[in-house]
């Protein structure tokens, strides 16, 4: 039994921040089933370098730029998208029957630009969930003001939802309260609850890489004596924050409201460790992985990570050591001035701001081959 499975056993599911279509027709996705992969995810970045940096779709750009009349742009965006995660769901169906809907999923997002937009997210949210078609599909709805009330539509409608971009403990309430409050509007209008599943996604290493920054000039302006306690602080953040949320999961998870929804059938939306890589090369590159080990939790990391894992990975629980430790380190954060509020909110928007961009550079690739093709190139 390798770590992944190990991980499996302890509560921990391992999914994979990545998608393409060689990675499908190579049958590479299969292989690391086989080694105990138990989901995909994927976002506007992850396609931008898919399909803009492969010829693997030019094929189908060709198919869909043919059709008459021809489809619009983000019309194609989608239609490529789309087949690659039936694809995918197809590969992962056999995780998801094996147990019973807890894993094998493989999530898709709604475009950057609707985050913003409530009606807009829905919309795309049930569109997404027709066109793939799989019980074994999220939809990813980040997790703005606008997209908490889509997010308790979408389950109230019976979609699978990964919500993504949770950065703060307060935030990831509010997510919980409206997968929650979805699940109860649903079961009021009579419909069965029992085989909708969602994650939390909670985003790790953006916290330290902000916040280092933050720490980094506050010591260069310290006086000496000062330095060290700020430094002892470095590369502290991002863990105390994601172990603070595992304690909300278990509070909010544990209660009477959802054990009201329990014996309805529901299940726990399980908190999902996104960011997993290690952004600063002089820190382990596994500390948001092995650190965060616990029961009822993913953990989505890219290729590198993934073989990181099953080279040296730990199977330990860990995401309830040290707790006091943790709730030290964000109170010497604030004490330390700073505003871990503002963190919060900014690497929200910056999160949206990035997705946002990845699309724009995917949408100026296709119009490109489309010009081209009006050209006759």
Do not use: C
């Not at 049930?126 to 799989?134: C, D, F």
């Not at 290493?205 to 000062?226: C, F, H, N, Q, Y």
């Amino acid at each position: 039994m390798n770590i992944v499975e190990q991980l499996e056993q302890l509560g921990q599911s391992i999914w994979y921040d990545n998608i393409s279509r060689g990675l499908l027709r190579s049958g590479g996705l299969k292989r690391l089933v086989d080694q105990g992969l138990l989901g995909v995810t994927s976002n506007p970045t992850i396609f931008e370098k898919a399909i803009v940096g492969t010829e693997e779709y030019d094929g189908q750009v060709k198919e869909l730029l043919a059709l008459s009349p021809q489809p619009s742009t983000e019309d194609i965006i989608r239609s490529m998208m789309v087949r690659d995660i039936r694809e995918a769901t197809d590969v992962l169906r056999p995780v998801y029957d094996r147990t019973a809907g807890r894993d094998g999923y493989v999530s898709i997002e709604v475009t950057p630009s609707k985050a913003r937009d409530t009606e807009a997210t829905v919309g795309e949210a049930r569109l997404l969930w027709e066109l793939v078609s799989r019980p074994n599909l999220m939809i990813k709805i980040p997790a703005t003001g606008e997209g908490l009330p889509a997010i308790r539509r979408s389950i109230s409608d019976g979609i699978n939802i990964n919500v993504t971009l949770i950065f703060s403990v307060e935030r990831y309430r509010e997510v919980a309260d409206a997968y929650i409050g979805g699940l109860e509007d649903r079961l009021k209008a009579g419909k069965s609850i029992a085989n909708i599943a969602s994650v939390a996604s909670v985003f790790v290493s953006r916290i330290d890489s902000l916040v280092d920054e933050l720490l980094e000039k506050k010591i260069a302006e310290a006086p000496a004596t000062g330095q060290d306690g700020l430094r002892s602080l470095l590369g502290k953040a991002a863990v105390a924050n994601t172990k603070m949320v595992y304690q909300a999961f278990r509070e909010i998870f544990a209660g009477e409201r959802f054990a009201a929804l329990r014996r309805s059938g529901a299940t726990f939306q399980r908190p999902l460790w996104g960011s997993t890589s290690t952004k600063n090369p002089s820190y382990p590159d596994l500390v948001y992985v092995d650190s965060l080990i616990g029961p009822h939790t993913v953990n989505t990391v890219p290729p590198v990570t993934f073989d990181a894992i099953l080279d040296h990975g730990t199977a330990a629980l860990t995401v309830e050591d040290d707790l006091e430790g943790a709730r030290e380190v964000l109170s010497d954060l604030a004490k330390a001035g700073i505003d871990v509020p503002w963190v919060m909110a900014k690497l929200e928007s910056d999160g949206v701001s990035s997705f946002s961009r990845s699309f724009d550079g995917l949408y100026a690739s296709i119009e490109r081959k489309r010009g081209g093709r009006e050209r006759g190139e």
